[in-house]
């Protein structure tokens, strides 16, 4: 399974491969449950919480400016793929047109067939961070995350919410779903912070 799929990262990518993590050969697809299929058309993305509510079409989201990204994206379940290639608009782009209360310390990920993942505001708002609408040159398959995901390069992808549909600004950290199914709460992949401490 190894030698098919997955290779042992050499010492060229010590510095980009994190502990545990393995380079897959294709670009696995992981999802829990049924796979939501939404057309652009009817595609919504919603903010409220400790934030003036806001409900954004496609269109809106297409007329933010875009911008190509090059990220390396490692899962939790122990593979890594270098170098994916994104295009979609920066989380401090997208911060410009949304008014934030300064209570707000983390955010929960909403996403159609009811997934959540929480990150804090400092993760959420480093400068790498994406929403993504476009992987490799063509539109963002529906088993990546399609119409849109977050990309959060620096923590495990299961922080980077598949089929996002809205973001709820929060005082206090909340747990998402796999956070409250045994998952640490942060998920940072070069201190292997896979399961709970909490």
């Given at each position: 399974?190894?030698?098919?799929?997955?290779?042992?990262?050499?010492?060229?990518?010590?510095?980009?491969?994190?502990?545990?993590?393995?380079?897959?050969?294709?670009?696995?697809?992981?999802?829990?449950?049924?796979?939501?299929?939404?057309?652009?058309?009817?595609?919504?993305?919603?903010?409220?919480?400790?934030?003036?509510?806001?409900?954004?079409?496609?269109?809106?989201?297409?007329?933010?400016?875009?911008?190509?990204?090059?990220?390396?994206?490692?899962?939790?379940?122990?593979?890594?793929?270098?170098d994916v290639q994104w295009l979609g608009v920066k989380v401090t782009d997208?911060?410009?047109?949304?008014?934030?209360?300064?209570?707000?310390?983390?955010?929960?990920?909403?996403?159609?067939?009811?997934?959540?993942?929480?990150?804090?505001?400092d993760d959420f708002l480093r400068a790498e961070n994406f929403f993504a609408?476009?992987?490799?040159?063509?539109?963002?398959?529906?088993?990546?995350?399609?119409?849109?995901?977050?990309?959060?390069?620096?923590?495990?992808?299961?922080?980077?919410?598949?089929?996002?549909?809205?973001?709820?600004?929060?005082?206090?950290?909340?747990?998402?779903?796999?956070?409250?199914?045994?998952?640490?709460?942060?998920?940072?992949?070069?201190?292997?912070?896979?399961?709970?401490?909490?």
């Amino acid at each position: 399974m190894l030698g098919k799929f997955f290779q042992k990262p050499g010492p060229e990518h010590s510095d980009r491969v994190p502990p545990g993590q393995h380079l897959a050969k294709g670009f696995p697809v992981l999802t829990y449950g049924e796979t939501p299929t939404v057309a652009v058309e009817n595609w919504q993305f919603k903010i409220w919480g400790l934030a003036k509510e806001l409900t954004l079409s496609w269109d809106d989201l297409m007329a933010m400016p875009q911008s190509n990204f090059t990220a390396d994206f490692h899962c939790v379940t122990t593979w890594s793929k270098l170098d994916v290639q994104w295009l979609g608009v920066k989380v401090t782009d997208f911060m410009r047109y949304v008014e934030v209360d300064t209570r707000a310390k983390h955010v929960m990920q909403h996403c159609y067939g009811d997934y959540t993942t929480n990150v804090s505001m400092d993760d959420f708002l480093r400068a790498e961070n994406f929403f993504a609408h476009t992987l490799f040159g063509e539109p963002l398959p529906v088993e990546h995350g399609g119409p849109l995901r977050l990309v959060i390069p620096h923590l495990y992808a299961w922080k980077s919410a598949k089929w996002l549909n809205g973001l709820e600004f929060l005082e206090q950290m909340e747990l998402g779903f796999w956070e409250r199914n045994g998952y640490h709460y942060r998920g940072e992949p070069w201190a292997e912070e896979r399961y709970s401490i909490l």
